[in-house]
Nanobody, 122 residues
Framework: QVQLVQSGGGLVQAGGSLKLSCEAFGLFFRVGWFRQAPGKEREFVGAIRRSDGTTFYVDSVKGRFTISRDGAKNTVYLQTNSLKPEDTAVYYC??????????????????WGQGTQVTVSS
């Protein structure tokens, strides 16, 4: 069992930055970040593997978003830079506890945070 508690998010102008946090209570193999805009499917943003910090990103956020982890605090961060209005969504972190080769697959993540709103104004 893994409990995830999210913080961060908010309202920012286009071009701005926000940092989201996801504190994990319990051991995990990987934490993924997903987002869901109104009327759209929840989509994968990126993920980080706990053991070695290997990250994986969807093309639309590469170079703008960075995922990192703080081992001592068992916390994973999503730093979002150069935000665009199309980044507006509820952002969720999710954890997997078993090894898998599919960091972008929602079904690999049984544990989810509560979500946090990111709104980017133009």
């Amino acid at each position: 069992q893994v409990q995830l508690v999210q913080s961060g998010g908010g309202l920012v102008q286009a071009g701005g930055s926000l940092k989201l946090s996801c504190e994990a209570f319990g051991l995990f193999f990987r934490v993924g970040w997903f987002r869901q805009a109104p009327g759209k499917e929840r989509e994968f943003v990126g993920a980080i593997r706990r053991s070695d910090g290997t990250t994986f990103y969807v093309d639309s956020v590469k170079g703008r978003f960075t995922i990192s982890r703080d081992g001592a605090k068992n916390t994973v961060y999503l730093q979002t830079n150069s935000l665009k209005p199309e980044d507006t969504a509820v952002y969720y972190c999710a954890a997997s506890t078993l090894y898998n080769d599919s960091p972008a697959r929602r079904s690999e993540y049984p544990y989810w945070g509560q979500g946090t709103q990111v709104t980017v104004s133009s």
